[in-house]
């Protein structure tokens, strides 16, 4: 029921991909050719194509001009910023900062801790960060990441996934960064699997430059991968399902959908049903249990008898006699308002 905070999380990731095709524009003053830059992000010609859009829809200055018959895409900067900005400006830049706190450790960051603090009359506020602060260890972690995807190099991640029971050894190739309720995720090919695959960095323990570069993913489109993607999950036959939400919750059905291009058909007892195509079944049964009594999955079958059986485990630690509490003795005293503390 995160639809909208899930949407607020790919406009930052979004942020994240167009600042490392900035850095890449910002390398070369003559310009980078649509092949240069497909080298330096290895993301697909499409997805370029629609950066270059973006950054300009943006306000992003950007010049394309025509050199002995390549086309070549320019970062334009001012010569001089000479004016100082309105308090107004300064604490739109500061917002910014602070919407973008979870991905403390990133070059983006950086440079825009180093604007506010050409700006601020006092230096030792200038880099405060999100509410949210990302801890020392993920800061380095993603330093290492961003270092990693700017050179074009692998990284080794020692990683501990759902279902490991201490951290593996991950070597990938990093592609870019995704947030999801304000937790990043590294989304790489992962040599092991042979396969792309989207890593939490809570579960990163370690992340260390490799030596070797990373390979040629220029073919591959992020957004093409995630398009059933509910959350973040990433891998499995993209699936149809069919959820009926209640006459009380059916008005909910758009303010937190399943997937952005769901279907929802109005059922004659005022009842929502939400028609979507999904990566996987994983977040999709999340997604519908926890709408509780108000959701009910009707296909397929399979996802139907997953959902009954996480609903009858659950239910067995409701039933009549002592619960867990009582019988454990931790339940606790109730207050009589006597006496203070």
């Known amino acids: 029921m ?14 994240l991909r167009l600042w490392k095709l900035v850095v890449a524009l910002q390398r070369s003053r003559r310009g980078r050719t649509l ?5 330096a992000l290895r993301v697909s010609r499409s997805t370029v194509y629609r950066d270059l859009e973006l950054l300009g829809e943006a306000g992003v200055a950007l010049e394309r001009t025509t050199v002995n018959g390549e086309v070549r895409h320019r970062l334009l900067g001012l010569e001089t910023l000479a004016v100082a900005p309105t308090p107004l400006q300064l604490a739109a830049a500061r917002l910014a900062r602070e919407a973008l706190g979870p991905l403390e450790g990133t070059a983006l960051l950086r440079e825009l801790d180093g604007l506010l603090a050409q700006w601020s009359r006092e230096p030792a506020r200038a880099a405060r960060v999100s509410r949210r ?9 993603l330093a290492t990441l961003d270092a990693a995807m700017s050179d074009g190099r692998r990284v080794v991640l020692e990683y501990q996934g759902h ?13 870019t960064l995704r947030l999801e309720h304000d937790d990043p995720y590294l989304f790489a090919y992962c040599h092991q699997r042979r396969d792309y695959r989207l890593f939490k960095l809570a579960r990163v323990a370690a992340a260390q430059l490799g030596v070797a570069p990373a390979g040629d ?15 973040v999950w990433l ?12 006459p009380r919750k059916a008005r909910f059905a758009a303010e937190y959908p399943l997937v952005p291009d769901q279907r929802v058909e109005a059922a004659p007892d005022g009842a929502a049903l939400i028609r979507a195509r999904v990566s996987g079944t994983t977040e999709a049964l999340r997604w519908a249990l926890g709408w509780g009594a108000d959701a009910e999955i009707l296909a397929p079958p399979e996802l139907r008898a997953v959902a009954r059986d996480e609903l009858v485990a659950a239910a067995r630690r409701y039933t009549d006699g002592p619960t867990r509490a009582e019988a454990e003795q931790v339940v606790s005293p109730r207050w009589d308002g006597a006496g203070g503390g």
């Open 133 to 141: 602060r990302a801890s020392k260890g993920r800061a380095a972690i």
């Open 35 to 39: 092949a240069e830059l497909l080298e």
């Open 2 to 15: 995160g639809g909208q905070a899930s949407s607020r999380e790919n406009k930052r990731a979004v942020v």
């Open 235 to 246: 891998g499995g036959e993209p699936v149809d399902v069919v959820v009926r939400l209640s």
């Open 217 to 231: 993913h220029s073919g591959v489109d992020l957004d093409a991968l995630l398009a059933h993607s509910v959350k």
């Open 163 to 175: 279902a490991d029971a201490a951290p593996r050894r991950r070597e990938v190739d990093p592609l």
